[in-house]
Nanobody, 121 residues
Framework: QVQLVESGGGLVQPGGSLRLSCAAS????????MGWYRQAPGKQRELVAR???????NYADSVKGRFTISRDIAKNTAYLQMNSLKPEDTAVYYC???????????????WGQGTQVTVSS
């Protein structure tokens, strides 16, 4: 079975930086897209950033210029570099990947368990 495991979350002061990692493992034929989403208490899950097969990426307006998504295809891993963090960035961050398990199967979405990011002084 495919698994996504996030790491790198924690407590950071406003203006600080944090780097999240998401490693995919299991039966993987290929990974199409990978992305990061977040959910704060009482709010719906929202897109933070997503990187596509061609290397292009999308960002939420609230994080543009501060966050950078990247990936290492050989390692089946995506990263989220977060700079100039603000208290409103506090949330559980989830990794998502669109993965084909075999050459004859269509892609399916997989989610990690989430990692807590807290921005506070």
């Amino acid at each position: 079975q495919v698994q996504l495991v996030e790491s790198g979350g924690g407590l950071v002061q406003p203006g600080g930086s944090l780097r999240l990692s998401c490693a995919a493992s299991g039966r993987i034929f290929m990974i199409n897209d990978m992305g990061w989403y977040r959910q704060a208490p009482g709010k719906q899950r929202e897109l933070v950033a997503r990187i596509f097969t061609g290397g292009s990426s999308n960002y939420a307006d609230s994080v543009k210029g501060r966050f950078t998504i990247s990936r290492d295809i050989a390692k089946n891993t995506a990263y989220l570099q977060m700079n100039s963090l603000k208290p409103e960035d506090t949330a559980v961050y989830y990794c998502n990947a669109e993965i084909r398990s075999t050459w004859f199967a269509s892609a399916s979405d997989y989610w990690g368990q989430g990692t807590q990011v807290t921005v506070s002084s």
